[in-house]
């Protein structure tokens, strides 16, 4: 084999391992990105429309409610392990007053967190971890 052909079967190799690379590596970008995405647009966000709960103080760990409430009267449960007396900060981007419990089924003590409003740290109103269940009212 010529040393000019030799040349020319090593630069197509070369060439094909780099367009093999480039589109791995592309693939592999493509495939982590929005994951990583989703999870940083997730720490500290709470949508419009919507109410949120975290484990953490300052609105991060584990958010266990994303809820959507449409209307006054509308009910919230955290159930099992997803945050039950598990929350320590809210937010509540939504344009309804939303009352959080202590007790299941919208009893025991009570807060009531206004439209727009947040608290990074329910130990502020010696409620760190108490909250079970939630309702949207009318008046607080």
């Given amino acids: 084999m010529s040393h000019a052909k030799i040349k020319m079967l090593l630069g197509r190799a070369l060439r094909g391992a780099a367009y093999g690379f480039v589109a791995t590596s592309a693939v592999v970008a493509l495939s982590v990105a929005p994951a990583q995405a989703d999870e940083e647009a997730d720490a500290g966000t709470c949508a419009g429309g919507r109410f949120c709960m975290w484990e953490d103080s300052s609105f991060s760990g584990s958010r266990y409610a ?43 003590e009570s807060h009531c967190v206004a439209p727009g409003s947040s608290v990074r740290n329910l130990k502020d109103w010696d409620f760190n971890d108490d909250i079970e269940s939630a309702k949207t009212v009318s008046a607080c």
């Fill in 66 to 108: 994303n809820w959507a409430p449409t209307g006054t009267g509308q009910k919230y449960q955290l159930d099992g392990w997803d945050g039950d007396n598990e929350i320590t900060s809210l937010m509540n981007s939504t344009r309804y007053m939303i009352r959080v419990y202590a007790n299941d089924d919208y009893s025991g």
